[in-house]
């Protein structure tokens, strides 16, 4: 990305690119149900309404996934903080 210092991880990457896969998916079935020119039949409609329900879901997923690693992140932060804290102090009572 252009606003960040050095490449995103690929894990990051692919996830962008699944995202950015979506729109295009979505268009190009719409355009191609659309100039068939034809009213939608039930095998239509069923794909239609997979695709709206796998897509909210899948990004609900990867927003718990997301969610779930900053809380460990920010468990880990703290935990590790803690312990600096720690040192710290007994190495001020040490040094007195």
């Known amino acids: 990305m252009a606003t960040e210092p050095h490449a995103l991880p690929p894990r990051a ?21 659309l100039s068939r020119r034809r ?17 909210p879901a899948v990004t609900a997923v990867v927003g718990v ?3 779930a690693a900053a809380v460990l992140a920010l468990v880990r932060a703290r935990h590790r903080r803690g312990e600096l804290l720690r040192l710290r102090d007994a190495l001020r009572q040490g040094a007195a």
Do not use: N
Request: avoid cysteine; hydrophobic fraction near 65%; glycine fraction near 10%.
């Open 39 to 55: 009213p939608l039949f039930a095998k239509d409609r069923v794909l239609s309404a997979r695709i709206a329900l796998a897509v």
């Open 65 to 67: 996934i997301v969610t």
């Open 13 to 33: 990457q692919a996830v962008f690119a699944g995202l950015i896969a979506l729109g295009p998916a979505s268009a190009g079935f719409a355009g191609w149900v």
